[in-house]
């Protein structure tokens, strides 16, 4: 159930592709709020708005904001008139998106004369945070010659405006294009599922290299399987049916306080020994020989090695980069990189060996 208030808008703080952010008037006082102006329309101070507070009130991570359900001011709201395909289908907030794959879509034909990826790189994160690290990468090895596509799945958030870091991302020429796979929207093209997806990236964004991962917001139980990054599985499987070249981002952690996330997350090992049906590539950051040790042989235990190659690759200089000549500040579970140093370098050291497995 939907814990809903009503409130006022006392002051817009933000304006982002898409995105309102704002303070309303709550009866218990003032709050933050977002607005998704593609689902709700635009939003002005003083206008009178009903809001989702539930997961504020649990205290979940959402950026301790609420969400605007309607706004009472816009009595008549009408969508864009191309696209028949529904999003968030059959909730309160279902909306009408034009995807790739649609008849009268004019990259219906890019997506029917697919035949292939053709070992295109497909870099499949199971994390928000890999995007950075993954993008510089493939960057940094290829001297920026390479067009990055990212597919943003439903794993997570569904409103890829609501990320900043993808916005951030754009802004500094480090993802190309991007594509909102399932039930997630927004990106620059919409697709029904994760395979016309990566279809699409490569036919209709003309990527050299995709990267694959949900918004912010994994979803975890500290069970076998239930966590939103069993998709990691999913999507090497589903690369590999497209004759895709995959490459998975393992989550490598020595700062996490929680045992099952120590070396290679029991997140990755599960994926790679068990969802992962098919083969792919993973790739390891060099680190320190005591760690390197310590995760090999997790890899070995649970037979990973003989199913998966291996690859291991120096990455400080992509991180260094990511850092400080780009600028980009990024956390992995309110960790730092310098907190957190092995999780970036993994991701950084994927986007180094996607940008090394091009075939021109």
Not at 36 to 44: H, K, M, R, W
Not at 134 to 146: H, I, P, T
């Amino acid at each position: 159930m939907i814990r809903i208030r009503q409130g006022r808008v006392t002051r817009i703080t933000g304006v982002r592709s898409g995105v309102t952010e704002l303070v309303v008037e709550l009866e218990e006082g003032e709050a933050k709020a977002v607005n998704y102006d593609f689902l709700t329309g635009t939003v002005q101070e003083g206008d009178g708005v009903i809001l989702n507070t539930t997961a504020v009130h649990l205290g979940l991570g959402t950026g301790g904001s609420h969400f605007i359900l309607a706004n009472t001011a816009n009595e008549a709201v009408d969508p864009p008139v191309e696209g028949h395909i529904m999003k968030l289908r059959y909730t309160p907030m279902q909306a009408k998106v034009l995807a790739v794959e649609e008849q009268y879509s004019p990259y219906r034909a890019a997506i029917e004369n697919f035949t292939g990826l053709k070992k295109t790189p497909v870099i499949v994160g199971s994390l928000h945070s890999h995007l950075p690290g993954a993008a510089v990468g493939v960057k940094q090895a290829s001297g920026g010659r390479l067009r990055i596509g990212y597919v943003m799945t439903a794993g997570a958030a569904l409103p890829l405006p609501f990320s900043r870091l993808v916005r951030e991302l754009k802004e500094k020429g480090l993802v190309d294009v991007t594509v909102t796979a399932g039930h997630a929207f927004g990106g620059n093209f919409e697709a029904v599922n994760i395979y016309t997806g990566l279809i699409a990236a490569r036919e209709v964004g003309r990527a050299d290299v995709i990267i694959a991962a949900m918004g912010p917001g994994i979803v975890g139980t500290g069970t076998e399987f239930g966590f939103s990054g069993v998709e990691q599985g999913e999507i090497l499987n589903a690369v590999n049916v497209l004759g895709g070249k995959a490459i998975c981002i393992p989550r490598i952690s020595f700062a996490d306080p929680r045992e099952r996330h120590t070396g290679i997350s029991h997140h990755t090992l599960t994926v790679l020994e068990k969802i992962a049906v098919t083969p792919c590539t993973v790739a390891l950051p060099v680190v320190e020989k005591v760690k390197a040790h310590f995760i090999r042989q997790q890899l070995s235990r649970r037979g990973i090695t003989s199913r998966h190659q291996v690859e291991e690759l120096a990455a400080n200089e992509v991180l260094e980069s990511m850092v400080h000549h780009y600028g980009i500040k990024v956390t992995t579970m309110g960790r730092s990189v310098d907190e957190d140093v092995e999780f970036f370098l993994a991701s950084c050291a994927a986007g180094k060996l996607a940008a090394r497995s091009v075939v021109y």
